[in-house]
């Protein structure tokens, strides 16, 4: 059942109308968001400390964590938990802002706010949960992923421009597209989950197919 995968996400569908103006020129609104998400890839200045040398200062982010954490499974078979939250929050604002640019809101993405976006994962025991050698191989079993992603995602691109002249008309997203959209964003959080930031041992499923409805409201209570 798909609302058993560690990795659970559903977008709510805007049964209403949407802005047709901010749909028009979303291509421009979400460049300042964009922005802000970009900076979070890390940037780093060095700071002079007198005659003793130079410090390194962090301006930007560092975006997911992938090494740390594998390193952690593997030497020591622990996951640090702040290290966990840093990851599910980035993923969480990500997604915001894809799912802003695909239409899908037009709500403007918050930087912490869950919004019409719902994306959550457990906490793993990686003792108790996690192989601690299979994260160096989790990149290539991954493979048949990526391949079945490239033909997902230009897909997506023409539902989404279908969206597009379907809002600027009607004002709203058909509700056919969106679940594709929305399953096309559910199938790269599990592929990111099992083979980027290794949460889970579960290979991902290859369908689109949206949670169920008590799944979806289980990721609307842990929101609320």
């Known amino acids: 059942m798909d609302g058993e995968y560690p990795v659970r996400l559903s977008v709510d569908y805007p049964d209403r109308d949407l802005n047709r103006l901010t749909s028009a020129f979303r291509i421009f609104t979400v460049i300042p968001i964009a922005i802000v998400l970009g900076t979070i890839g890390g940037i780093s200045a060095e700071l002079g400390t007198g005659t003793t040398g130079a410090s390194t200062v962090v301006i930007g982010g560092t975006g997911l964590l992938f090494v740390p954490p594998l390193l952690m499974i593997v030497f020591r078979q622990r996951y640090p938990r702040w290290w966990f939250e840093w990851n599910r ?55 048949p992923h990526y391949v079945a992603l490239l033909f997902i995602d230009l897909g997506a691109v023409v539902v989404v421009i279908g969206a597009w002249f379907a809002i600027l008309f009607t004002g709203r997203y058909p509700r056919g597209m969106f679940d594709y959209v929305e399953g096309a964003i559910r199938w790269h959080a599990r592929a990111a989950g099992y083979a980027l930031i290794l949460i889970t041992d579960q290979y991902p499923p290859f369908r689109l197919r949206p949670l169920s409805n008590s799944a979806r409201e289980q990721i609307g209570r842990a929101h609320v």
């Open 89 to 143: 929050e980035l993923m969480r604002f990500s997604t915001r802002v894809g799912a802003y640019l695909a239409l899908m809101d037009d709500r403007y993405p918050s930087t912490e706010d869950t919004q019409e976006v719902h994306l959550d994962f457990d906490y793993p025991d990686a003792r108790q949960e996690l192989n601690r050698w299979l994260p160096l191989v989790k990149w290539i079993l991954a493979i």
